[in-house]
């Protein structure tokens, strides 16, 4: 039995790495939580969905139209919304994130309301693949592995990369990055795309998992929070660690203690979190920007 | 130094607001190619905030006046395409990204470097400047001692291959063999063909490697002139070198 709860949770917590993910990236640009972060995500899955359907085009189109239409929606949201404030604080800036989700959850129930619709998508749920006594459907299997992937390119990218390593030095210190000849505002705005097509991958294996409604992104957005405040809200790997954390934390709990109350286990982990070591498992002390 | 040195940089009449407070008023000097140019002045005199206004960093300034470097206006272009013209500034407080490391920090200086050749060329040019940073290079930046992150930061700056070099106040917080160190280090820096423009409080050390001085005061210009005619004014004397050879807040 333990296989198995540990492949349920690792699937599960592929989803939360990359929502973690997601918003550790723009955390540290902004110092602050994007809680718009899960309905960009579901908007973006939406525009799949109406691709799949109302446009009967194949899947590669209608994927590679979200992450795209993900892109501009995170570029537009930093550049249109957020940069414009004239007193960009902590509190005001989570009340643009707030504000926003508020407004795409409201444009997602008034287009395509709330009935719960069947995501087409190219890999099934319900075929199961066997692993000796672990038997895991290849939606998992595909989970596991692209979410993989991507994450390890989102890191060779940051590591590796001449924009990827100016992405990083615009999150510590946006002025120095400026003198340096780094375009930081752009930049800026090139995280928050990026943090939107991640959220957005996630998305689009959530959808075909669950159904689609405006409520898709929810769980995940929360869970994903609990896990970039278990790994280290400023640390990227923590908070992918800390999604697979939780993700195998809930299934152990969920298969061993009761399955009913398995959702309050990320607000648990919030909790001892936030008592014992506020920085995550893997963080290191908050530094305050200059 | 040449007969007719070319003029780099121009600041004509600036004058820089900071919120309702003046910090720069009708602000003029000229920087010759080649040259090292000191600018002196007292905490809070608006050395940093020339600098400042001379890389674009100030949103919206200079409100009035013009800046030109190699006869182009810079005034109000964005500070991305200042850095890109030739001017590279090591900031105030050295501002190194201390979670990288110190390659990386120094990659992010070769930003505007187009291809990987020059910025390996540029990295073996500071590596031979800072044999030190070659050593540290994989260690978190953050994790060096002042000294060696103030060289770091002029690597830094270094990386983009400037024809213009802005420093502010390099030597604050370093021990005394330190601060000879960075005043040899500049006087090196110009001797490779880079103009400097320095800002410093320690007057005495940064007269002795400058051609020209001038001095700010409650952001007005109040003395300029060449280095030695600085050294030999009895008022420039009187008013920062005394004050200053004292040890004042200066923790090293
Ligand atoms: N960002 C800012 N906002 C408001 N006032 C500032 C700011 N930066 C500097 N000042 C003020 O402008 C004046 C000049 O400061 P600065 O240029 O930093 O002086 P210096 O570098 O010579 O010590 C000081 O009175 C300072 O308090
Ligand atoms: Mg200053």
């Known amino acids: 039995m333990l296989p198995q709860v540990l492949a349920s949770g690792l699937s599960a917590g592929s989803i939360y790495a990359l929502m973690a993910l997601a918003l550790v990236i723009t955390y540290k640009t902004t110092e602050v939580p994007n809680f718009a972060q899960g309905d960009m995500a579901m908007v973006s899955a939406f525009i799949a969905y109406m691709f799949l359907t109302d446009f009967e085009t194949g899947f590669i189109f209608a994927f590679g139209v979200a992450l795209v239409f993900a892109f501009l929606l995170g570029v537009g949201f930093e550049g249109l919304l957020l940069r414009r404030m004239r007193k960009p604080t902590h509190l005001n800036l989570i009340i643009m994130t707030l ?40 939606l998992s299997v595909a989970t596991i592995l692209i979410a993989g992937i991507l994450m390890l390119l989102v890191f060779v990218f940051f590591r590796f990369t001449k924009l990827g390593v100016a992405m990083q030095a615009t999150q ?45 992104m929810w769980d995940a957005l929360l869970k994903g929070f609990a896990a970039a405040v278990l790994g280290g809200l400023n640390t990227p790997v923590g908070a992918v660690l800390g999604g697979y954390l939780l993700g195998v934390i809930e299934n152990l709990f969920g298969a061993y203690v009761s399955v ?3 959702s309050v286990v990320a607000f648990l982990i919030i909790v001892i979190v936030l008592w014992f070591k506020p920085s995550g498992l893997f963080g290191r002390h908050h530094e305050r920007k200059v | 130094m040449d007969k007719h040195p070319e003029v780099l940089l121009e600041v004509n009449a600036v004058e820089t607001w900071h919120g309702s407070l003046r910090a720069l008023s009708d602000v003029s000097l000229t920087v010759s190619e080649g040259s090292i140019t000191v ?27 013009q800046i030109s470097f190699q006869g182009t206006r810079i005034d109000r272009m964005a500070t991305e395409r200042i850095v890109r013209s030739g001017i590279s500034y090591v900031p105030e407080g050295r501002r190194i990204f201390s979670g990288l490391t110190v390659r990386e920090n120094l990659k992010v ?51 983009n291959g400037p024809r213009l070099l802005l420093l502010d106040e390099p030597s604050l917080g370093l021990a005394p063999i330190l601060v000879r160190q960075v005043f040899d280090i500049i006087s090196q820096i110009r001797d490779e063909g880079v103009t400097v ?21 409650s952001g007005e210009l109040v003395a300029a002139g060449s280095a030695s005619d600085l050294v030999d004014n009895a008022e420039v004397e009187g008013l920062y070198m005394g004050a200053l050879s004292l040890p004042i807040n200066r923790e090293s």
């Open chain 1, 99 to 138: 504000g926003f989700t508020l407004a795409l959850f409201g444009f997602a129930g008034w287009k395509w309301g709330a009935d719960q619709r069947h995501f087409p998508f190219p890999i099934s749920a319900n075929e199961v693949i066997r692993f000796g006594s672990v038997s895991i459907s290849t």
């Open chain 1, 172 to 216: 510590q210190d946006p002025i120095a990055a400026r003198i340096n000849g780094v375009p930081a505002r752009a930049v800026v705005g090139l995280t928050f795309g990026i943090s939107s097509v991640i959220g957005t991958v996630a998305a689009l294996l959530t959808a075909p998992l669950i159904t689609l409604d405006p409520t898709l």
């Open chain 1, 260 to 262: 009913e109350f398995k």
């Open chain 2, 39 to 65: 600018i002196l002045g007292n905490n809070g005199a608006g050395k940093s905030t020339l600098l400042n206004t001379i890389l674009g960093v100030l949103e919206g300034q200079p409100k009035n006046g």
């Open chain 2, 109 to 159: 200086g070769a930003y505007i470097q187009k291809d990987q050749f020059s910025t390996k060329k540029a990295l073996e040019r500071v590596y031979e400047f800072f044999p030190l940073l070659a050593e540290r290079q994989s260690q978190a930046a953050g994790t060096l001692s002042g000294g060696e992150q103030q060289m770091l930061a002029i690597g830094r700056a270094l990386m």
């Open chain 2, 197 to 217: 423009l320095l800002v410093e409080q320690n007057a005495r050390m940064a007269l002795a490697v400058a051609d020209e001085g001038l001095v700010l005061d």
